[in-house]
Structures are given as structure tokens and as C-alpha cells.
């Protein structure tokens, strides 16, 4: 049978991280930042799965499974924290919210 | 070209479109809506690679319940156009550079790293069947039952976090 080699998944989750990173740098809007930490997430979870599938060991989809189960406790902290800026401050822009910036 | 070949090319287009929508989208709801084609394109992504419980999972959890919650606080907080402000000269002179750098260099290794190694380009993998949600589910509450239940003490924790952070302070 004719497999894609793992290496293609790597270079394509390189890929997706890389864009995650270069948004979550030039993205303003909290909710849309999160976002891109969740893509990043993704592209980890990509390498953890191809490397799961070149070793042919089970242990890294345990790891895909943990970072899911953090992904989304993260969001659900993260997201109660954005609503109670948004009420707050009355903004989702993140250079608008910057009283602990030096 | 084959059909795995041919399913990895249009799920990695799909991906990579959807990640650069996210990007350069404007509308938070856009960018959740592109979210969840990457999240869907992985998903078939994994399928491939014969992880079929993470793919469903990937289908439940993230582009089911995660971007539900997205969506929600989305609507909730009625997210307008992002409003575009002057970036910062560090950000854009020396930022872009060493964010294409970490991507290339990331790249490099990776690719280096599985085309050295005949196992990873699956020539002499032992076994290409689909991993077993049977052995899967007999690792995780076997070898790993600690950290399963340790996540779920953290799972309480962020649901008391949320409704104590979502409570209006009075």
C-alpha cells in the first residue's frame, strides 16, 4: 500500500504552528487570539499523532488525548476571562487592555 | 497519484487555507468558521493515519463543543470588525522575520528527523492497520489512569473557575 510519508504531516504541522504564531502575533481581538492558541494546539496534536503512526506506539494518541482535555478547560477559563474584560472594559482589543504593560 | 496521496494533498490545502482565513479574516465569527475547517480538514487528516478515536474526538470535542463555545461568547459579546491599529515597528521588522525563521527551521528538523528514519516513511513499518480504541482505552485507564484522573480535577477546577470568573461581581 501506497503511505504518505510521516514527514509530509510534519512539515504541514511546522506549517500550521508557524501560522498560528505569526497570528496570534498580529491579531488583535482577544477571541481571535485564542483562536490562533487553539490552531497552535492542533498542529502539535498533528506531530503527535504522525509520531504515533511512525513508531507505531499508542502512547502518543493518549498525549493528543490529554492536550484535548486541556484545550478545553483552557477555553472555557479563558473565555470567562474574556467576558469579564469585555464587561469590564467595555473592549476586545487587546492594546486597549494594558494596565499591567510596562 | 494515489488516494491517500490525493485525500492528504486536499485535506493539507484545506488546512492551510482555512489557517490563513483565520488570519486574515476580520470578523471573529469568520475566523471561528475557518477554525473549524482546519478542524474538520485534521480530522480527516487523522483518519488517514488510522487514529479513528481521535479523529472522532477531534469532530466531537473541539469542532463540536470548543467552537460551540467560541461561536457563543462570540455572539454573546457581539465581536464587531477587528479594529486595526498601528502595529509596533519591533513587531513587524523583526517579528515576521524570526516567525518565518522558527517555521522554516521547525520544518527543517522535522523533515530531517522522519526522512532519515526508514519507519517513518513507512517502508518498514511493521503494522499499518488502524490503531485499536481497545488498546487505546486499556492504555489510558491502565498506564496512564493517574494522569486521567489528575485532568479530571482539572476539569472541576475550570468549571468552578468559569462560574466564579462569569458571576458578576458584585
Redesign the interface.
Known amino acids: 500500500?501506497?503511505?504518505?510519508?510521516?514527514?509530509?504531516?510534519?512539515?504541514?504541522?511546522?506549517?500550521?504552528?508557524?501560522?498560528?504564531?505569526?497570528?496570534f502575533?498580529?491579531?488583535?481581538?482577544i477571541?481571535?487570539i485564542?483562536?490562533?492558541i487553539?490552531?497552535m494546539l492542533?498542529a502539535v496534536?498533528?506531530?503527535f499523532?504522525?509520531f504515533?503512526?511512525?513508531?507505531?506506539h499508542?502512547?502518543g494518541?493518549?498525549y493528543?488525548?490529554?492536550v484535548?482535555?486541556?484545550?478545553?478547560?483552557?477555553?472555557?477559563?479563558g473565555?470567562?476571562?474574556?467576558?469579564?474584560i469585555?464587561?469590564n472594559r467595555r473592549t476586545?482589543?487587546v492594546?486597549d487592555v494594558n494596565l499591567l504593560k510596562f | 497519484m494515489s488516494i491517500p496521496f490525493l485525500l492528504f494533498f486536499i485535506s493539507a490545502g484545506i488546512a492551510v487555507v482555512g489557517a490563513l482565513l483565520l488570519i486574515v479574516a476580520r470578523e471573529p465569527i469568520h475566523s471561528a468558521l475557518a477554525l473549524i475547517l482546519v478542524m474538520v480538514a485534521l480530522a480527516v487528516l487523522y483518519l488517514l493515519l488510522g487514529a479513528e478515536f481521535i479523529a472522532a474526538v477531534q469532530i466531537i470535542v473541539y469542532a463540536g463543543a470548543v467552537m460551540v463555545l467560541f461561536v457563543f461568547v462570540i455572539m454573546l459579546l457581539n465581536a464587531g470588525v477587528e479594529e486595526r491599529t498601528n502595529y509596533s515597528k519591533l513587531a513587524k521588522f523583526a517579528g515576521v522575520p524570526l516567525g518565518v525563521f522558527l517555521l522554516l527551521e521547525i520544518a527543517h528538523w522535522m523533515w530531517r528527523s522522519a526522512a532519515g528514519s526508514t519507519v517513518a516513511n513507512g517502508a518498514g513499518a511493521p503494522n499499518q492497520a488502524a490503531f485499536s480504541t481497545v488498546d487505546l482505552s486499556k492504555l489510558l485507564f491502565q498506564d496512564y489512569l493517574f494522569p486521567f484522573e489528575a485532568t479530571s480535577i482539572l476539569i472541576l477546577i475550570a468549571i468552578l473557575g468559569a462560574l466564579v470568573l462569569a458571576k458578576r461581581g458584585e
Open positions: 500500500m501506497n503511505v504518505v510519508p510521516i514527514s509530509y504531516y510534519l512539515v504541514l504541522s511546522a506549517i500550521l504552528f508557524g501560522l498560528g504564531v505569526v497570528g502575533i498580529f491579531k488583535r481581538n477571541i481571535t485564542y483562536m490562533e487553539e490552531l492542533n496534536n498533528l506531530a499523532v504522525a504515533a503512526r511512525a513508531h507505531n499508542l502512547d494518541l493518549v493528543v488525548f490529554f484535548i482535555v486541556v484545550a478545553a478547560a483552557e477555553a472555557a477559563v473565555l470567562a476571562i474574556v467576558i469579564t469585555a464587561n476586545l482589543n492594546e
